[in-house]
């Protein structure tokens, strides 16, 4: 479970991220961002944010969340392949 964001804005991008398949990764402790957002993709490179903890505009941050999301093309791709993805959780 990801720790929650104390911006409101971001926070909101960040549960937008989730209910599309990305998932939070921390960033450790040299960087200055709170963390990452990856897309999983198994046969090459997912796509990945950076999402920092205060940024001077969080809104637009929370703008530029969002697009990267909407812009990723992961999913359709996985479609067409047949599914083994069973989870027992
Ligand atoms: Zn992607």
């Known amino acids: 479970m990801r720790p929650k964001h104390p911006n409101k804005d971001i926070e909101a991008a960040l549960k937008y991220a989730e209910e599309n398949d990305w998932r939070y990764q921390s960033s450790g402790k040299s960087s200055h961002a709170w963390g ?8 090459r490179e997912g796509c990945r944010l950076s999402v920092w903890s205060t940024p001077k505009s969080p809104v637009n941050h929370a ?3 969002i697009k990267k999301v909407d812009q990723c093309i992961h999913e359709a791709e996985n479609d067409e392949e047949p599914s083994s993805n069973k989870e027992d959780d």
Request: positive net charge; glycine residues 0%; aromatic residues 10%.
């Open 36 to 43: 990452k957002m990856l897309y999983p993709e198994k046969s």
């Open 63 to 65: 703008r530029q969340i």
